[in-house]
């Protein structure tokens, strides 16, 4: 089937063979449960004048001359719908999510198919061959198709794999949701670096606030706070209370002071309390980056009573590979792992599992000193502790690596503690 670039510059003529014009627009609209866009009707111009032909009055569209059923005095304009959009001015050269390849990239052609006497948008047209197409280099396109068919066949996109980015444009293309909620989101942050900063705020704001900041996440807090520049505090507030509590304070101290006040006020009281703690250090820190959610038990409790423990609060906890033993004032008196935990007999202490020397950081050690001691000593996660030992929170493996190496590298680091 023909693409669009191939249809547009056509001349339209009426049942009498009298010349009309020239076809220069598609619109389309999604009908019923089909997921590719219908053609519904084309734009004719001659000269300064426009006429709106419903596709119902076209006897002839895929072919070098566009005729039509009707004499062009008898022809009624068609009014566009609200759920119309144009193919040139909307969908051609605008940026496309490929959902399928996870990248982002532009549309530069689009493909027809005939079905049950109706035409259909069937594919997007992403490769180098269609943008010489739409240059009018038919036979170079051609030639370049034959020696890579390859990277042709990859530049074409099955329509329902792309999520179109409407940018200051009023219309965004339909394509489920969940295409875009089921990636990862490294994927996911991988594509806003693709995008501008309006478009990643634009893509951001079509997120539901876990798939958000787990995004957020992922980024950046530089390149987190440009994003959420635009959002409101309310909303702001509501992803900060779904983020990590050292992501959130990573974040927040990116922001102007009143700003990173305001949102602080509006968040939960035990978030905000949580944030807030790690703010009172200093960023490279052992303060500054450790999570306050890990699982803390008393040394008399049993095997069993421990599971019982993390089923009832390990949903809230980033990392479960080390349970600590704390006394009644809080103070780090040993560590078990979850391996040893599982291997143990129900009714085993928590006193004879445990390791009593910890290795362990001060809330002012710095990032460097942490992450020295997590691979002298092959750890996932290491507990910080004021003077007294009484412990505050953990730094993990990735957080402890975070700027002491690229973030590019560290990303690809199997993450195995999650």
């Given at each position: 089937m023909p693409f669009i670039s191939q249809l547009i510059g056509h001349p339209v003529a009426d049942l009498d063979g009298e010349p009309v014009g020239t076809l220069t627009e598609l619109l389309a609209r999604y009908e019923g449960h089909i997921p590719h866009p219908k053609i519904v009707a084309l734009e004719v111009k001659k000269g300064k004048r426009s006429l709106m032909v419903a596709i119902d009055d076209v006897t002839v569209l895929i072919a070098p001359a566009v005729s039509l059923k009707k004499k062009q005095q008898e022809i009624v304009p068609y009014e566009t719908c609200p759920d119309d959009f144009y193919l040139v001015r909307d969908v051609l050269d605008k940026q496309i999510i490929d959902t399928d390849g996870v990248r982002v990239v532009r549309v530069n052609d689009l493909e027809l198919m005939r079905v049950d006497g109706g035409i259909f948008i069937a594919n997007v047209d992403v490769s180098g061959v269609g943008l010489m197409r739409r240059l009018g280099l038919g036979t170079l396109s051609r030639r370049f198709a034959a020696r890579s068919p390859r990277d042709t066949l990859h530049g074409i996109i099955s329509w329902d794999d792309v999520e179109l980015i409407a940018g200051d444009q009023p219309m965004r293309l339909k394509v489920p949701g969940e295409k875009i909620v089921d990636l990862h989101p490294a994927d996911?942050?991988?594509?806003?670096?693709?995008?501008?900063?309006?478009?990643?705020?634009?893509?951001?704001?079509?997120?539901?606030?876990?798939?958000?900041?787990?995004?957020?996440?992922?980024?950046?807090?530089?390149?987190?706070?440009?994003?959420?520049?635009?959002?409101?505090?309310?909303?702001?507030?509501?992803?900060?209370?779904?983020?990590?509590?050292?992501?959130?304070?990573?974040?927040?101290?990116?922001?102007?002071?009143?700003?990173?006040?305001?949102?602080?006020?509006?968040?939960?009281?035990?978030?905000?309390?949580?944030?807030?703690?790690?703010?009172?250090?200093?960023?490279?820190?052992?303060?500054?980056?450790?999570?306050?959610?890990?699982?803390?038990?008393?040394?008399?409790?049993?095997?069993?009573?421990?599971?019982?423990?993390?089923?009832?609060?390990g949903e809230d906890v980033e990392l479960i590979f080390y349970i600590y033993v704390t006394d009644v004032e809080n103070h780090l008196v040993g560590v078990f792992s979850l391996r040893e935990l599982v291997l143990a007999k129900p009714d085993t202490p928590v006193f004879e599992l445990m390791e009593k020397r910890v290795v362990m950081v001060g809330l002012e050690n710095s990032q460097a000193e942490c992450a020295q001691l997590i691979a002298k000593y092959d750890l996932i996660a290491i507990p910080v502790v004021d003077g007294e030992k009484r412990i505050h929170g953990i730094v993990t493996a990735d957080d402890a690596l975070d700027k002491i190496i690229p973030t590019a590298w560290k990303k690809r680091l199997p993450r195995l503690y999650h």
């Open positions: 996911l942050a991988e594509i806003l670096s693709d995008l501008s900063r309006q478009e990643g705020r634009d893509f951001l704001e079509s997120l539901d606030l876990e798939t958000l900041a787990d995004t957020l996440e992922e980024v950046e807090p530089d390149f987190q706070a440009s994003l959420i520049e635009g959002m409101s505090n309310e909303r702001v507030a509501d992803v900060l209370e779904e983020m990590e509590p050292d992501e959130a304070a990573d974040l927040l101290a990116e922001l102007p002071e009143d700003r990173s006040q305001e949102l602080l006020d509006l968040m939960e009281a035990d978030e905000a309390e949580d944030v807030r703690k790690l703010l009172a250090h200093p960023e490279d820190s052992a303060g500054g980056i450790m999570t306050t959610g890990y699982i803390a038990v008393p040394p008399h409790l049993t095997a069993e009573s421990v599971m019982q423990v993390l089923r009832e609060q």
